[in-house]
């Protein structure tokens, strides 16, 4: 739904709104949890410019006053789960106010303006308190170059272009960006046939995705029809699935990822909200006739319009590159919108065999990777599973992570006729692995280096 929050014409008096490629205009309004420099409890807050609205004083201070009290007493809370409980009609209302109040030329500019914060003095902490974290497989490029390295034949599963794939994930392991990304330990199967060893990964790799999280849940039992999820939806963020390949591939058969995954994810500190994000709605691409889709992921909004034109990246910095003042190189760059299942259609298959969604579930869409040299969204497929190395500007050469070195991933939303957005960034660097005695196998015997 388009209204005036979405105003080409808008413009705000907070510094850095009207920057050019700027993040954070006023018709973005991200929400987010910050930890202001003096204080040790988080309150939520919405990013423009340069800086962040603080919602719990500005509510505090009856500047949200008419909105009812429960959008006030959620603005006041430390997570954004109030704030998401609250439906897309009163989400709307708030933005509606906080575009009001930070807009150009306001009468409430005055009494705004202690509510401020410069984004560079506040620390950004996890903005919601995850109950359930579900990460698909959306992506029909990356299915197809991942099938393609172990199954030339046919690399997509049958079942790829009639459901949208998924495992359950961990939610205790998300973090905000920011945080370490230490290498785990694991059992590291290279060879089929050789038993394993117990070391830190050699595989280790990050993969590309959005998050959705979900405002208002679904009771047990009674599934969303696809007409019905948008209302569902709070908003989007940028997730690094960080994946060892090497304890991924020994334990995944026949139950699926597990501790080649669940050590960690990283989300980034902003979620920009479906409503933010309504001018870039597109149409996903043609469908082969050869593979219907079954009426239950099938409707307008699911096929047309259901899409979105976010433009994803990854960056790497070495250790290197930090020292000598090179600038984080870009390593692949994909279209959101050519995933081949939408987030709605993500959302009416999860529930469709009844399972309740909750405020504040996390859903992951899967690497976003494009079908062109440059547009892989993981490692794994970039150096077809440690194979092909690839150049950074610093000489050195890379397959999978080293320690020290820094991914960065970032989003943007463009498109004609509106201001362009973005999700701000989503950080981790790789640390040494922790001390947990020497790696062995299953003798005791320490392996041999380049035997794992
Ligand atoms: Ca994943």
């Known amino acids: ?112 303006k202690p509510h401020l914060h410069r984004r560079v003095e506040v620390r950004m902490v996890l903005p919601v308190n995850i109950g359930d974290y579900t990460d698909f497989y959306t992506s029909i490029h990356h299915a197809s170059n991942v099938g393609r390295l172990f199954r030339p034949d046919s690399p ?35 060879h089929r046939e050789v038993s394993p060893v117990f070391a830190p990964t050699q595989k280790l790799d990050f993969e590309l995705e959005l998050g959705v999280l979900i405002g208002t849940g679904n009771p047990l039992g009674e599934p969303i029809l696809t007409s019905e999820v948008e209302e569902h939806v709070f908003g989007m963020c940028l997730v690094n699935d960080w994946s060892a390949r090497d304890i991924q591939a020994w334990e995944y058969q026949p139950l699926g990822p597990f501790l080649g995954k669940n050590f960690l994810t990283s989300v980034s500190p902003w979620i920009v909200t479906i409503d933010a994000l309504a001018p870039f709605r597109v149409d996903s691409p043609e469908r082969s006739d050869r593979h219907p889709t079954l009426p239950y992921l099938r409707d307008s909004l699911a096929t047309g319009g259901g899409a979105l034109a976010i433009e994803v990246e990854v960056a790497i910095e070495t250790e290197t590159m930090r020292r000598r003042a090179i600038a984080p190189a870009s390593i692949g760059r994909a279209r959101f919108a050519e995933q081949y299942w939408t987030i709605f259609q993500m959302i009416a298959h999860h529930t469709s065999n009844g399972c309740n969604l909750r405020t504040g579930d996390l859903l992951g869409s899967g690497t ?10 993981c490692l794994l497929e970039k ?21 020290g070195d820094e991914v960065i991933m970032s989003a943007n939303c463009v498109r004609d006729g509106y201001v362009p957005i973005g999700f701000g960034e989503c950080r981790g660097r790789v640390a040494p692995p ?19």
């Open 434 to 452: 922790i001390h947990y005695g020497s790696p062995t196998d299953c003798r005791g015997i320490e392996p041999i280096e380049g035997d794992r």
């Open 156 to 190: 997509l599963y049958p079942n790829f272009t009639h459901l949208p794939v998924a495992y359950h994930g961990r939610a205790s392991s998300v973090v905000v960006s920011g945080n370490t990304a230490r290498r785990p330990w694991g059992q590291l199967g290279k």
């Open 368 to 377: 976003i990777s494009g079908s062109a040299v440059g547009e892989e969204g």
């Open 1 to 112: 739904m388009i209204d005036e929050t979405h105003d080409p014409a808008l413009t705000s008096w907070v510094p850095g709104a009207e920057t050019a490629g700027g993040q954070f205009p006023i018709q973005n309004l991200p929400f987010g949890a910050f930890m202001p420099a003096s204080e040790d409890v988080a309150r939520i807050g919405v990013a423009i410019g340069d800086g962040v609205l603080d919602l719990r004083s500005t509510a505090e201070h009856g500047l949200l006053g008419g909105l009812g009290e429960d959008v006030i007493d959620a603005c006041r809370r430390p997570t954004l789960n109030e704030v998401m409980a609250l439906g897309a009609v009163r989400r709307r209302e708030l933005r509606l106010r906080l575009s009001q109040l930070l807009r150009a030329h306001t009468v409430h500019q005055r009494e705004t």
């Open 383 to 403: 150096t077809n599973n440690g194979v092909r190395s690839f150049a950074l500007p610093s000489g050195e050469m890379r397959t999978y992570l080293e320690d």
